[in-house]
C-alpha cells in the first residue's frame, strides 16, 4: 500500500433506524494510517454509531467504507455487505468493558487467537502474558472480571483487542464509565499505544485526552463532519459556529 | 395410641428399592428433561415462526395443566393414540421428562436473555464465529446463570415423581403407601417417608441460595 493510500476511507454513509431515526447523513472520512482521529460531537450525533458500523456491528443503508484499498463495508440493496476478514484487521473497546465474566483475564485474551486464528493455548498465554506485564496486570492474569476495577478491566479489554495485532484500533467512549481516578490509567496505555503509531479513531468526551492524543479532530453533528483539522484549530479557535458553542459549553462544564 | 417406629426399620429393603426407583427415575428424567428443555428455549428465541409456535404452545400446555393429569394422560391414552404398550417406567419418564423440558426451558430461557448483546458485539468484535460464540461465550453462561433455577427444578421433579406412584410405579412413596397399608402404621410409615424426602430435598434447595451467592459474586449480576 502507497503511503499516500487512505488506511480508511468511508464515502456517503447513511444510516437510520427504520429509515426514521436518521443517525448518519452522510458521512465522508478519509483516515491516512498515521492518523489518530479524535471524533467529538453532541450526544446523538453519529460519533458512536460510526465507530460501530466501522467494526461492523450495524447495518447501512447506503454508502461504502474501505479499508487498506479493499471494500470493506458496503450497502447493496437493504443488505450490508461485510468483509469479515478484513474485519478481523480492526479492534474495538467498548465503553462498558464486555469482558467475558465467566472467563479470567488470561482466558479472556487467549479465547480470539485460539478460536479465531487456531493458535496454540501455549503460544497465546505467552503473548498474553507479555501484553498484561506491559499493561502494569501480570499479577491479575487469573483473576476474574469481577474482581477487576474499571480501569483494569478496560485495560484487560484493550489488551484483548490487541491480541489479534489489529491495524486499526477503535475506542468508543472507553473512560466514560470510569469514576474519576481511574481515567488517567487507561488513557497512559492508549498515550502508550499512541507512540507506537497505532492508527486510532477515538470517540471521547474528555477534551483533554483529546488534545494530546489526537493528530486530527472531527466534529461531528447531526449525522455528518461539521469540522475537521488538527486539535489546536478544532478545539483551540473553531471555524464553525456549532462547534465553537460545543466546545465553549463543554470546556464550561470541565472548568 | 402408641407409635412404634421400629416398625419401619423391618421395611427398610422395600423403602431402599423405592428411593432407588425415585432416584433412578429422577436422575433420567432430569438429564432428557434438561435437553429437551435447552432445545425448546433455542426453539422459543428463534426467529423460525413455525419453531416458535410450536415449542411456545408445547411449554405454556405442560406449565398449566397438573402433572397428575399429564402422568394420566400419557400412561392410560398414549397407548390407545399409539397402539403400543408402554411399561410403567416409560410412561413415568415420558411424563416426568415431558414436564421437566416445559419448566426448565424457561430457565434456560431466561438465562440465554441475560447474555446481553454487548457480549455478542464483543464477539463480534474479536471475529469469533457464530459456532465459537454459541460454545464459548453464550452456553457457558447461560449454563452458569441457569444453574441455581435448573436445581431448584430438579428438586420440584424429585418431589413430583412422586405422583407415578398413582400408576402403580413402586418407587418411594408406592412402596411407603403399600407398607402403610399392610401395616395398619400409616403415621410411622409416611412420616418416615416424608422425611427421606426432606433429607434429600433440603440440602440441594439450601444449595440453591448456595450457588446463587457464588454465581452472582463471580459474573457480578
Known amino acids: 500500500m502507497p503511503d499516500s493510500a487512505p488506511l480508511v476511507r468511508i464515502e ?12 448518519l447523513q452522510g458521512l465522508d472520512i478519509e483516515m491516512k ?9 453532541p450526544s446523538g450525533g453519529g460519533k458512536s454509531t460510526l465507530l460501530r458500523v466501522l467494526m461492523g456491528l450495524e447495518k447501512i443503508d447506503s454508502g461504502s467504507v474501505s479499508f487498506a484499498g479493499k471494500s470493506y463495508i458496503s450497502a447493496d440493496g437493504g443488505r450490508t455487505a461485510i468483509d469479515a476478514k478484513v474485519r478481523r484487521s480492526i479492534g474495538m473497546v467498548f465503553q462498558h468493558y464486555t469482558l467475558f465474566p465467566h472467563l479470567s483475564v488470561l482466558g479472556n485474551l487467549v479465547l480470539a487467537p485460539m478460536k479465531v486464528r487456531g493458535e496454540k493455548r501455549a503460544a497465546a498465554e505467552e503473548r498474553a502474558m507479555a501484553l498484561l506485564t506491559r499493561f502494569g496486570l501480570a499479577q491479575k492474569a487469573r483473576s476474574y472480571p469481577a474482581q477487576l476495577s474499571g480501569g483494569q478491566k478496560q485495560r484487560v479489554a484493550i489488551a484483548r483487542a490487541l491480541m489479534l495485532d489489529p491495524k486499526l484500533m477503535l475506542f468508543d467512549e472507553v473512560t466514560s464509565a470510569l469514576d474519576p481516578e481511574l481515567v488517567a490509567e487507561v488513557e497512559q496505555v492508549i498515550l502508550q499505544l499512541a507512540q507506537q503509531q497505532m492508527p486510532m479513531v477515538i470517540v471521547t468526551h474528555d477534551m483533554w485526552f483529546a488534545r494530546n492524543i489526537a493528530s486530527r479532530v472531527i466534529f461531528c453533528a447531526g449525522g455528518v463532519v461539521v469540522e475537521d483539522g488538527p486539535p489546536e484549530q478544532v478545539l483551540g479557535s473553531p471555524k464553525g459556529e456549532r462547534t ?6 463543554v470546556f464550561h462544564i470541565r472548568h | 395410641m402408641t407409635l412404634d417406629f421400629a416398625i419401619v426399620v423391618k421395611y427398610q429393603d422395600a423403602l431402599l428399592l423405592g428411593l432407588w426407583m425415585t432416584l433412578k427415575l429422577t436422575l433420567i428424567c432430569i438429564l432428557f428433561g434438561c435437553v429437551l428443555g435447552f432445545l425448546l428455549a433455542l426453539a422459543r ?11 411456545s404452545v408445547y411449554v405454556e400446555f405442560f406449565r398449566g395443566t397438573p402433572v397428575l393429569v399429564q402422568l394420566f394422560w400419557i400412561f392410560f391414552c398414549l397407548p390407545l393414540v399409539l397402539g403400543i404398550e408402554l411399561s410403567n ?18 430457565t434456560f430461557r431466561a438465562a440465554l436473555k441475560a447474555v446481553g448483546r454487548e457480549q455478542m458485539d464483543a464477539c463480534v468484535a474479536l471475529g469469533l464465529s457464530p459456532f465459537a460464540r454459541t460454545t464459548s461465550v453464550v452456553l457457558p453462561q447461560a449454563v452458569l446463570r441457569a444453574a441455581p433455577t435448573l436445581l431448584s427444578n430438579c428438586v420440584s421433579l424429585f418431589k413430583e415423581s412422586a405422583l407415578v406412584s398413582a ?5 418411594l412413596m408406592f412402596v411407603g403407601q403399600n407398607i402403610s397399608n399392610n401395616t395398619a402404621r400409616p403415621i410411622e410409615v409416611l412420616t418416615v417417608v416424608a422425611l427421606i424426602y426432606f433429607a434429600i430435598a433440603f440440602p440441594l434447595t439450601r444449595a440453591v441460595t448456595v450457588m446463587e451467592g457464588c454465581i452472582l459474586k463471580k459474573l457480578a449480576i
Do not use: C, P, Q
Open chain 2, 89 to 106: 417406567l416409560a410412561s413415568g419418564v415420558i411424563a416426568l421428562t415431558l414436564y421437566m423440558g416445559a419448566i426448565s426451558s424457561e
Open chain 2, 45 to 55: 428465541t428463534s426467529s423460525n415462526v413455525v419453531l416458535r409456535g410450536v415449542s
Open chain 1, 244 to 249: 465553537r458553542e460545543f466546545i465553549e459549553r
Open chain 1, 12 to 23: 456517503g454513509l447513511h444510516k437510520s433506524y427504520g429509515g426514521v431515526v436518521k443517525v
Open chain 2, 167 to 171: 400408576v402403580g410405579m413402586a418407587d
Open chain 1, 33 to 41: 494510517a498515521g492518523d489518530r482521529v479524535v471524533v467529538i460531537g
